[in-house]
């Protein structure tokens, strides 16, 4: 079974960084698209970003020119780069895939990190 590893959050003043990691691990043959999600307190989960394989990315309007996604394919890692943070980022973000095809073919799809707490002061 696929598992993924986050980390990188944290508390943070605003306007300040932070960069979010996610590792996936086993025998890994692709992944499409990575990508990362967040919830608020007492909000529903949002997409934040996505990444295809070939490098193309999707935003949330509300982080657009803010934050940054990106992709290590021999590392089946993905990163999100957060600058410019505000309170209203406060969230658990979670690392997401909707499908990874492994060494032997067989797919798993919807597979989600544990989150990792990101926590915005004003």
């Known amino acids: 079974q696929v598992q993924l590893v986050e980390s990188g959050g944290g508390l943070v003043q605003a306007g300040g960084s932070l960069r979010l990691s996610c590792a996936f691990s086993?025998?890994?043959?692709?992944?499409?698209?990575m990508g990362w999600y967040r919830q608020g307190p007492g909000k529903q989960r949002e997409l934040v970003a996505d990444?295809?394989?070939?490098?193309?990315?999707n935003y949330a309007d509300s982080v657009k020119g803010r934050f940054t996604i990106s992709r290590d394919n021999a590392k089946n890692t993905v990163y999100l780069q957060m600058n410019s943070l505000k309170p209203e980022d406060t969230a658990v973000y979670y690392c997401?895939?909707?499908?990874?095809?492994?060494?032997?073919?067989?797919?798993?799809?919807?597979?989600w990190g544990q989150g990792t707490r990101v926590t915005v002061s004003s």
């Open positions: 997401h895939a909707d499908r990874v095809t492994k060494s032997d073919w067989r797919r798993e799809y919807d597979v």
């Open positions: 990444i295809t394989s070939g490098g193309s990315t």
């Open positions: 086993g025998s890994i043959f692709s992944i499409d698209p």
